[in-house]
C-alpha cells in the first residue's frame, strides 16, 4: 500500500502469496516511477531486510525504515543493542533512542504495553512447558529423547527448553532471562537523516498498524464472504 505522508491510500497492489520480496519491491517502486514520484520512504518488515533490497530501495532518492531482527545473529543489531543511551517519549505509548553503529542509523523503540504483554505471553507458555514436562524423569531415557523431540519442533517451547548431560528435560532460566531483555522492544533501521527518530518509529507503527488490520480485520471478512472480490468491491463497513 502506498500513502502519502499523513497516511492516506493512494495505490495498493496484490500478489501471489509465493512473489518473491525481490519482485514485490520493483514492481511497486516502478509503478510509483511511472507517476513521477521517487523520493519515497520504504516502510518495510524484517523479512525485506537484506543488503540487495536497501540498495535498490535508495535509488532514485529513495529511504526506508526497516525491521531488524533483534535476537538475530546479527553484529549490527548486538551493537545497536548495546549501545547507551536515554529514551525519549513520543506520541503513541512508545519510548525511543537513536543509536549508530558506523555509518548507520539505527532506532530502538520500547513499548510498555507490549513488554507487559510479552510478559505474559512468555509466563503462559513456560507454564504450558513445565506441564509437559512434568514427571519426564520418571520416563526411560529414550523416552525422555523422544519428548525433547517433539518439543522441540515447536520454536516457541523449545526457546525455553534445554537437555541436561544426565537427558533430563528442564527449563532453561537463562533463556527466559535473555528473552526477558526484549520485551516490548523492536529495532528499527533508515537510510534517511532527514526523518527524525519519532518519525521512524511512528512510520513503523503504522506499517504495523496497516498490517494488523489487514489480518484481523480484512482477512476474516473475505472469509466469511469468498464471494466478494477485494480489488473491486466495496468494503463491508462501507
Given at each position: 500500500?502506498a500513502?502519502?505522508?499523513?497516511?492516506?491510500?493512494?495505490?495498493?497492489?496484490?500478489?501471489?502469496g509465493?512473489?518473491?520480496?525481490?519482485v514485490i519491491?520493483?514492481?511497486?517502486?516502478?509503478?510509483?516511477?511511472?507517476w513521477?514520484?521517487?523520493?519515497?520512504?520504504?516502510?518495510?518488515?524484517?523479512?525485506?531486510?537484506?543488503?540487495e533490497?536497501?540498495?535498490?530501495?535508495?535509488?532514485?532518492?529513495?529511504?526506508?525504515?526497516?525491521?531488524?531482527r533483534?535476537r538475530?545473529?546479527s553484529?549490527e543489531?548486538?551493537a545497536?543493542?548495546?549501545?547507551?543511551?536515554?529514551?525519549?517519549?513520543?506520541?503513541?505509548?512508545?519510548?525511543?533512542?537513536?543509536?549508530?553503529?558506523?555509518t548507520?542509523?539505527f532506532?530502538i523503540?520500547?513499548?510498555?504495553?507490549?513488554?507487559?504483554r510479552?510478559e505474559?505471553?512468555?509466563?503462559?507458555?513456560?507454564?504450558?512447558?513445565?506441564a509437559?514436562?512434568?514427571g519426564?524423569?520418571?520416563?526411560?531415557?529414550?523416552?525422555?529423547?523422544?519428548?525433547?523431540?517433539?518439543?522441540s519442533?515447536?520454536?516457541?517451547?523449545?526457546?525455553?527448553?534445554?537437555?541436561?548431560?544426565?537427558a533430563?528435560?528442564?527449563?532453561?532460566?537463562?533463556?527466559?532471562?535473555?528473552?526477558?531483555?526484549?520485551?516490548?522492544?523492536?529495532l528499527?533501521?533508515?537510510?534517511?537523516?532527514?526523518?527524525?527518530t519519532?518519525?521512524?518509529?511512528?512510520?513503523?507503527?503504522?506499517?504495523?498498524?496497516a498490517?494488523?488490520?489487514f489480518?484481523q480485520?480484512?482477512?476474516p471478512?473475505?472469509?466469511?464472504?469468498?464471494?466478494?472480490?477485494?480489488?473491486?468491491?466495496?468494503?463491508?463497513?462501507?
Amino acid at each position: 500500500m502506498a500513502v502519502t505522508r499523513e497516511g492516506i491510500p493512494v495505490r495498493v497492489w496484490s500478489f501471489p502469496g509465493t512473489t518473491s520480496d525481490q519482485v514485490i519491491i520493483r514492481k511497486v517502486k516502478d509503478d510509483l516511477g511511472a507517476w513521477g514520484l521517487h523520493r519515497v520512504i520504504w516502510c518495510l518488515d524484517r523479512g525485506f531486510n537484506s543488503a540487495e533490497n536497501r540498495r535498490y530501495l535508495q535509488r532514485a532518492g529513495g529511504h526506508y525504515i526497516v525491521g531488524k531482527r533483534l535476537r538475530s545473529d546479527s553484529r549490527e543489531a548486538k551493537a545497536a543493542l548495546a549501545r547507551p543511551g536515554r529514551y525519549r517519549e513520543v506520541a503513541g505509548n512508545l519510548r525511543v533512542k537513536e543509536v549508530r553503529v558506523g555509518t548507520e542509523r539505527f532506532v530502538i523503540c520500547h513499548n510498555p504495553e507490549r513488554a507487559r504483554r510479552d510478559e505474559v505471553v512468555r509466563g503462559r507458555i513456560v507454564a504450558h512447558l513445565e506441564a509437559r514436562i512434568e514427571g519426564s524423569d520418571r520416563l526411560s531415557r529414550d523416552k525422555r529423547f523422544e519428548l525433547y523431540g517433539a518439543l522441540s519442533t515447536k520454536s516457541g517451547l523449545k526457546r525455553f527448553l534445554r537437555l541436561t548431560k544426565d537427558a533430563k528435560l528442564r527449563i532453561d532460566k537463562a533463556a527466559i532471562r535473555r528473552e526477558a531483555h526484549f520485551d516490548g522492544k523492536f529495532l528499527l533501521r533508515s537510510s534517511d537523516e532527514a526523518l527524525s527518530t519519532e518519525e521512524i518509529a511512528t512510520g513503523y507503527k503504522a506499517l504495523y498498524e496497516a498490517e494488523y488490520w489487514f489480518t484481523q480485520q480484512f482477512l476474516p471478512v473475505l472469509e466469511a464472504f469468498p464471494h466478494l472480490d477485494p480489488l473491486v468491491s466495496p468494503s463491508p463497513a462501507a
